[in-house]
């Protein structure tokens, strides 16, 4: 809470050094401020407020809602996740700072907004045409994520994510840029200059009568299309309560969702389960890894085929994950209740940069307690 | 970590990492294309026919340009292309100083032989010896009292009676065989309208002046040279480098494609009869002209090089570069003055570009319509937003939960990455440069490292000039570089809040009491002076100096009156070595 007051107590300041900026003339100081402590000063309010949280939500839906439409069954979550069932499990991509582009938006906000020339009208139309084909591209861009993910496996996700993903936005945002500012600007002082006139600080560049109908016309159409499909998908699918619900829920209500079963396996394994850490382990890595511990076929014979078959109706779901970051390779287990698709419990690794196994000939090597097994075969049972 | 870092990095670097990685792929494009179709050493090699060498008139116009006109004029000395070929035109445009006081003794000594005890008047440059000789046609001094160097070409333009007539500024020191090397140019393509020349700075040091504003001479005869300073150093070395790509290369994968936008200022040439078949600016249109035979340079923009160049291109005149046609140009050697240079040419840029907008994407143009013109605005502009916006918010980011750790990893590595272009930029060069750059780069090599600070702060200039040119007048003196107007800012903001602070405290004191309309103001209540009187005579306002670029000052101008046309009344009727038509 402290930072939203910080950001509060900045904004005199900000707007003091604007103003004095722009009283003074002094364009590049105002400029470069101006954008920059307004696209922070946005996005850190955005943030703080939980602004974002419901559009990333709307986000979710809309990403959701295309991926249905072009085969991938999506399926949009709370906290702003979508889960992508895979071959083997499934992923949970979650939509962050990252892929929000609320400071991207922010940032066109502020370059539009505090640029020396065309009118307020121009610049509100232009701020707001701005920001619904930014919001297209992320959600393509999106889109681009998950059909990658979907199509080629988890081990796409960073390609999908931080190039193909991030290129394509990039390029798009550049060529919003050049059709909101660079062309309107050499245009507008082109048409000045050629009348015979001189810029002076009383006078005001504004685009051409004829760039204004051209782009007028998309300025109007994108924000009303993107507002209209929005309110449309809204009023014609459940899936956005399923984006919007937990959103305002705090942790603790979240956490009285689990149910008791799922404390209790909680509970069990991480009573059962040890984590390399542990000195045992440490100390006896060749044991450890040892076939008769456990072996690639083992797992192929007694575990694959019970996580495989557990899709669809299964209330848990188990999935094994080898990290490849840390030294030594941690082990965990990972379990997600597929009715609220809430994880339960990961560890012991607490931040896993996990690489998901996808594909049917990988290997899977994993820790598996005696207890734990036995729990495995016990839910199997009683179904 | 590595892998959060990695993610970082491409993700949010990306919006510096791309515009810095575009500059350095553009390069390198350049470089390729220009190793296959540039222009090969053996034009260098290229011989005039004795008879075909044609008179060429060489126009310089001067504003206060004591210090730079006599270095100047003795290196037009040490031309090698015949001087009873050449005449020498220098236009003055309102001088306050011995501008035109050190031209007479000029034209007074082009009789003369150069001598100095005896001795014969030499220079030392780039390690080699070139001797001054005069002998010239003439040398003319034309004084133009109005301060418009636009109209002030165009006069030098009109009086010029050579087929070839070449432009240069007073701070260009042209290489000894520049002359020659561009009058081969036009020898050797007779379709070539105007080209040109390949204008690298040098930092060598600058001519030693008297008080006169005269070379001081050794006793044998050689010129003396002043040491620069560090800082005249670091500015005069970075801008090499970036002259390197802009020029060495720019220019000539512009001219390769027909695409040169811009003839320098500093040194460029035209063919005679191809500006008298053209007129760029008929008087009708813009009543900017002083005569109606002389239309070529106008003064709507501040880059009336750039604005002449794409008039050129747009009647589809040949353009030109002459890459073994050198210039050497004193570099700028005070952030103010640099400051006032990048925002001219930036607002120039986007003056110009502007009027002819109608290029952009024009297939009619070809090459450059639908590449060279729209990417040149891509790259200084479209790209800079981004660009500047982020640079801002990059530290930032630990706000947004990234660790502190890894936003300072990856602002190095950006850094890093920046000196890997910058370093890369120079390297692609190298091979296609002469000896003697090769040299320079090899000597520079190391500020490979430094040219990176001087571009981000170069860049902030640019910006400054493109917003500058949408709410300002347009000026040649910017008042003041930046460290003047942080200064000034700094006062500003000093002085503001006091008087806010000080209304306020009145305003609690119960002091702001409405004036009785009965009595007349008195306009003060005692002799004490206030505390705002205290604060401005404790901090004078800042003398803002007068920004001189280039030598050459410009005011708002308003254009010629139409019915002034016939002839400007502000040209002096003296007009020194110039035979009256």
Redesign the interface.
């Known amino acids: 809470m402290w930072q939203l007051y910080l950001v509060l107590a900045a904004i005199p300041i900000y707007l003091f050094l604007i103003i004095f900026f722009r009283k003074h003339r002094e364009w590049l100081l105002y400029y470069v401020l101006g954008a920059f402590g307004f696209t922070l000063i946005v996005t850190l309010l955005v943030r703080y407020l939980e602004v974002e949280n419901i559009l990333v939500a709307i986000e979710v839906f809309h990403t959701n809602l295309v991926s249905q439409f072009i085969n991938i069954p999506a399926q949009a979550l709370s906290a702003g996740r979508l889960r992508l069932p895979m071959v083997h499990g499934m992923t949970i991509l979650g939509i962050g700072i990252e892929c929000s582009a609320v400071l991207e938006m922010s940032a066109l906000v502020g370059l539009i907004a505090f640029y020396p020339a065309f009118s307020l009208y121009r610049k509100i139309m232009k701020i707001i045409a701005g920001l619904a084909i930014t919001y297209v591209i992320n959600i393509i861009r999106m889109i681009i994520i998950v059909a990658m993910t979907y199509h080629l496996g988890n081990n796409y996700v960073f390609i999908a994510h931080a190039i193909v993903g991030r290129l394509f936005f990039f390029v798009c945002i550049i060529v919003l840029y050049w059709y909101l500012i660079t062309e309107p600007t050499i245009k507008g002082i082109g048409s000045f200059l050629s009348q015979g006139q001189k810029v002076t600080p009383q006078t005001l560049v504004k685009e051409p009568l004829g760039l204004i109908a051209r782009s007028g016309i998309f300025m109007l159409i994108t924000p009303a299309l993107v507002g209209g499909l929005t309110a449309l998908s809204f009023m014609h699918s459940d899936q956005w309560r399923t984006a919007f619900q937990g959103q305002i829920l705090p942790e603790s209500v979240l956490e009285e969702q689990k149910t008791v079963e799922d404390k209790q396996i909680i509970e069990e394994v991480q009573k059962t389960t040890p984590s390399p850490a542990d000195p045992e382990i440490s100390q006896n890595k060749a044991t450890f890894l040892s076939p008769e511990v456990l072996t690639d076929d083992s797992i192929k014979a007694e575990l694959l085929p019970a996580l495989l078959s557990w899709e669809g109706d299964r209330e848990w779901k188990c999935q094994v994950r080898l990290t490849v970051e840390e030294k030594p390779k941690a082990y965990y287990y990972y379990w997600r209740n597929l009715k609220t698709g809430q994880e339960i419990w990961k560890g012991p690794v607490k931040e896993p940069q996990d690489k998901i196994l996808g594909q049917p000939d990988d290997l899977w090597r994993c820790l598996v307690s005696p207890r734990l097994k036995a729990l495995y075969k016990a839910k199997e049972n009683e179904q | 970590?590595?892998?959060?870092l990695?993610?970082f990095l491409?993700?949010?670097g990306?919006?510096i990492l791309?515009p810095i990685a575009v500059d350095g792929v553009y390069a390198l494009i350049q470089v390729i294309v220009i190793l296959i179709r540039g222009q090969k050493p053996k034009l260098q090699a290229y011989r005039l026919a004795t008879d075909k060498m044609p008179l060429v008139s060489i126009v310089i116009p001067t504003y206060n340009e004591e210090q730079n006109v006599d270095e100047c004029l003795n290196f037009l000395k040490t031309q090698t292309y015949p001087h009873q070929s050449i005449e020498v035109i220098i236009v003055d445009n309102g001088s306050s100083d011995r501008t035109s006081q050190i031209v007479q003794e000029h034209i007074a000594e082009n009789r003369v032989h150069p001598s100095y005890n005896g001795q014969e008047q030499k220079i030392q440059h780039n390690g080699q010896t070139y001797p001054l000789t005069n002998h010239f046609r003439k040398i003319a001094l034309i004084n133009y009292q109005r301060q418009n160097k636009a109209h002030a070409l165009n006069i030098g333009l009109e009086q010029a009676q050579g087929e070839i007539v070449l432009n240069i500024d007073c701070r260009s020191r042209l290489a000894p065989d520049a002359v020659y090397n561009m009058v081969a140019y036009f020898e050797r393509d007779p379709e070539l309208d105007s080209c040109t020349g390949n204008v690298e700075i040098t930092w060598r040091p600058a001519q030693l002046n008297d008080q006169n504003g005269r070379a001081v001479f050794f006793d044998d005869g050689f010129i003396q040279q002043r040491d620069t300073t560090l800082k005249e150093d670091f500015l005069a070395k970075c801008q090499f480098l970036e002259y390197l790509t802009s020029f060495r290369i720019g220019r000539e994968f512009q001219s390769i494609h027909k695409s040169i936008y811009t003839l320098s200022g500093a040194f460029s040439a035209f063919r005679k009869s191809s500006l008298q078949n053209n007129h760029f600016y008929p008087k009708d249109q813009?009543g900017y002209l002083e005569n109606k035979n002389a239309a070529w340079y106008s003064d709507?923009?501040v880059t009336e090089d750039t604005d002449l160049t794409l008039s050129m291109q747009n009647k589809r005149l040949k353009v030109g570069y002459a890459a073994y046609s050198k210039a050497y140009l004193k570099p700028v050697i005070s952030w103010q003055h640099l400051y006032a240079q990048r925002v001219r040419w930036r607002r120039g840029q986007?003056?110009v570009?502007?009027?002819?907008?109608k290029i952009?994407k024009n297939r009619e143009y070809g090459f450059f319509g639908m590449i060279m013109f729209p990417l040149t605005?891509?790259l200084d502009?479209?790209?800079a937003?981004?660009r500047?916006?982020?640079t801002?918010?990059f530290p930032?980011l630990v706000?947004?939960?990234y660790s502190p750790t890894i936003v300072s990893i990856a602002f190095l590595v950006i850094c890093g990455f920046n000196i890997a272009v910058d370093f890369f930029n120079i390297m692609i060069c190298y091979p296609i440069v002469d000896q003697e750059t090769k040299k320079k780069i090899r000597a520079t090599l190391h500020y490979g490292f430094l040219i990176s600070i001087f571009r981000f702060i170069v860049f902030?200039f640019r910006?400054?000039g493109?917003?500058?040119?949408?709410?300002?007048?347009?000026s040649w003196t910017i008042t003041g570089g930046p460290v003047q107007?942080t200064k000034r800012?700094t006062q500003?903001?000093q002085t503001?809040t006091q008087n806010i602070a000080s209304k306020v405290y009145r305003l609690i004191q119960g002091r702001n009491n409405p004036p009785n309309p009965a009595q007349a103001p008195s306009p003060k209540k005692n002799n004490t002076p206030s505390f705002l009187e205290k604060l401005h005579s404790a901090n004078p306002a800042p003398n803002i100096e007068q920004n001189h670029v280039d030598g050459l000052a410009r005011n708002?101008s308003a254009?010629l009156a139409p019915n002034n046309l016939a002839r400007d009344n502000h040209i002096n009727d003296r007009i020194d070595g110039l035979n009256h038509k």
């Open positions: 970590m590595n892998n959060n990695l993610i491409i993700f949010w990306a919006w791309i813009n709507r923009t986007i003056e570009f502007g009027l002819y907008s952009i605005l891509l502009h479209t790209l937003l981004p500047l916006i982020w801002a918010l930032f706000l947004f939960g902030y910006i400054s493109f917003l500058i040119a949408l709410r300002e007048s347009p107007r800012i500003k903001m503001w708002n254009p």
